[in-house]
């Protein structure tokens, strides 16, 4: 049976209502796009044309599958990045982060950076990417995410160093800048069911901040924090004798950056 993307997009928005998605025209729109080879703005010349695969598709996403997940890539600042289960999604408020790195490091000479818990790459790729010159580490203690750090960087043609470990052992050993976006979720459980795909390694936890902050030796410590805790982190870093404390607000207007400088 023929179905054009018109009527992909009005079953496929239906059902990922009744499950529950938050944005089920949207996800439809990105996933029909997907299928046919284009972008979602490219969809509204191409609704009358036939789309055939979607349904293993639609299937994962009414499961709450991370839709960056079921596409296989999502965006990232300029990049776009291979994404799956070994690491976490990238987000848009994770963007702040790297725009407050690239300002603390604008004055230095081929910066060192490291980025604790890299993940995907995201962060790292993008300061590499938006910095030339800089020399760029990515840490992590999982072999799944790195691996995925790696096919990213060999695809995108960017030259990051990336290391199995502990981040606040490796953080100790001296940098001029150390971005993290730590764990810092108590428990997925009344969450968005998204979150339950997600490596929870990566995402649930507590006091890594403090802990990181303790041991980095470097000119400048850049986080992401939760929704409830950027002033708890400023205060931990003036308690721990870190100067020009500051918080930023990501794209949404939520506080979410915190920084710091090593006096």
Excluded at 27 to 45: F, I, N, P, S
Aim: hydrophobic letters at 45%; aromatic letters at 4%; zero cysteines.
């Amino acid at each position: 049976m023929r179905v054009t993307a018109r009527e992909a997009l009005a079953e496929a928005e239906r059902r990922l209502a009744a499950a529950g998605v938050e944005t089920p025209r949207v996800d439809a729109e990105w996933l029909v796009a997907h299928r046919l080879g284009t972008t979602r703005t490219g969809l509204a010349a191409r609704l009358d044309d036939e789309v055939a695969g979607l349904e293993p598709l639609l299937v994962r996403r009414e499961a709450r599958e991370p839709l960056a997940y079921v596409l296989g890539e999502w965006g990232f600042r300029r990049l776009t990045l291979r994404t799956d289960s070994r690491a976490l999604v990238p987000r848009p408020e994770t963007e702040t982060l790297v725009e407050r790195a690239l300002a603390l490091a604008a004055g230095i000479d081929r910066p060192r950076i490291l980025d604790v818990g890299v993940g995907s790459g995201a962060i790292a790729l993008a300061l590499r990417d938006e910095r030339p010159g800089a020399q760029v580490t990515g840490v992590d203690v999982s072999r799944e995410a790195l691996s995925l750090a790696r096919e990213n960087a060999e695809r995108l043609g960017l030259d990051v160093e990336l290391r199995e470990g502990d981040g606040a052992e490796v953080s100790a050993e001296g940098w001029d800048l150390v971005v993290a976006n730590p764990p810092y979720v108590g428990d997925v459980e009344g969450l968005q069911p998204e979150l339950g795909f997600e490596p929870g390694v990566a995402l649930i936890g507590s006091g890594e901040h403090e802990r990181l902050a303790r041991a980095a030796q470097t000119r400048f410590l850049v986080f992401e924090t939760g929704d409830d805790q950027p002033l708890e982190v400023a205060a931990m870093l003036e308690r721990l004798g870190y100067a020009d404390v500051a918080v930023t607000a990501d794209l949404t207007g939520r506080d979410r950056v915190v920084e710091g400088r090593r006096p």
